[in-house]
């Protein structure tokens, strides 16, 4: 039974607390859903680790993992398509390849020419679009990989594929992305994206991929943000000047200046003149 309760309270979060998004206000079921559905089984598993009562640890850890796991979605929704928007016309193509994790492919035909590790114009201008939003969205870190296709050894290719990574590593670097964000790699002509079957596919496999990763932290200021401007907008004690307008007492404390009756009790006098 008590097994039962805690599966029902889980699943009932993992439906409630993972489709607000928190940067526009609206509910939705893609990504940011997703991420917090994930956030909550987890914040639900961790919560009964903590001994006691596991069906009350279970739906704590599921409301907070849902919470954050929604941050972090909508946090990757609006850098996702800010990036499609910068990069269209491009031809570097922009992914979502895991629920925290943007990819982005840079082939050859935009970056470097054949056997080059020197950027082309068009690649410049293109990263500066990159580098634009990955600065407006700074909780994130950035795995640079290179690529080539098989024409040439294995040594060589290898060096090739580090220097077209560096290179762009480099470039994003120069134009404000913090270098702590920045990883670099080269991985030769061992991880293709199609076959080596034709100078066609070969263009395909010499690109430079962009992984960028959400922290898990993602997104968690700009919710804060908005959970901080509610007390701004209660300005009901400013408003409470009740005190200021209760005249009361002041306009109430004229009746003792009003009440002359003894003044006017002149009976005494007029009584003395009966023995005259």
């Known amino acids: 039974m008590k097994k039962k309760l805690l599966t029902i309270a889980i699943s009932s979060i993992l439906l409630t607390a993972c489709v607000t998004d928190p940067y526009t206000g609206q509910s939705s079921l893609g990504k940011t859903a997703m991420g917090g559905g994930l ?9 009964t680790l903590f001994g006691g009562n596991d069906l009350k640890n279970a739906g704590l850890g599921a ?28 031809g570097i193509e922009v992914q979502r390849t895991a629920e925290n994790t943007l990819n982005l492919t840079m082939p050859s035909s935009v970056t470097f020419a054949f056997d080059s590790a020197t950027l082309t114009p068009q690649a410049q201008g293109a990263l500066d679009s990159v580098a634009k939003v990955l600065n407006q969205y700074p ?46 790699q080269g991985m030769g002509e061992k991880m293709p994206k199609v076959p080596n079957v034709n100078e066609a596919n070969r263009g ?16 968690a200021a700009q919710q804060q943000q908005q959970q901080q401007g509610y007390p701004q907008q209660q300005g009901y004690p400013q408003q409470q000047g009740y005190p200021q307008q209760q005249g009361y007492p002041q306009q109430q404390q004229g009746y003792p200046q009003q009440q002359g009756y003894p003044q006017q009790q002149t009976y005494p006098q007029q009584q003395y003149n009966y023995p005259q």
């Open 39 to 47: 956030g909550a089984a987890v914040g639900a598993g961790a919560g």
């Open 204 to 219: 395909q496999n010499r690109r430079v991929e962009l992984a960028i990763v959400a922290n898990k932290n993602a997104g």
């Open 139 to 184: 909780d994130s870190t950035i795995n640079v990989t290179g690529h080539t296709d098989d024409v040439g050894s294995d040594s060589y290719n290898q060096v090739l594929s580090e220097r077209r990574a560096a290179s762009v590593s480099s470039y994003l670097a120069q134009h404000g992305v913090t270098p702590s964000r920045l990883t670099q």
């Open 63 to 90: 409301l907070a993992g849902g919470i954050v796991g929604a941050a972090v979605g909508a946090y990757m929704d609006h850098q996702q398509e800010e990036m499609q928007q910068s990069l269209q016309g491009t």
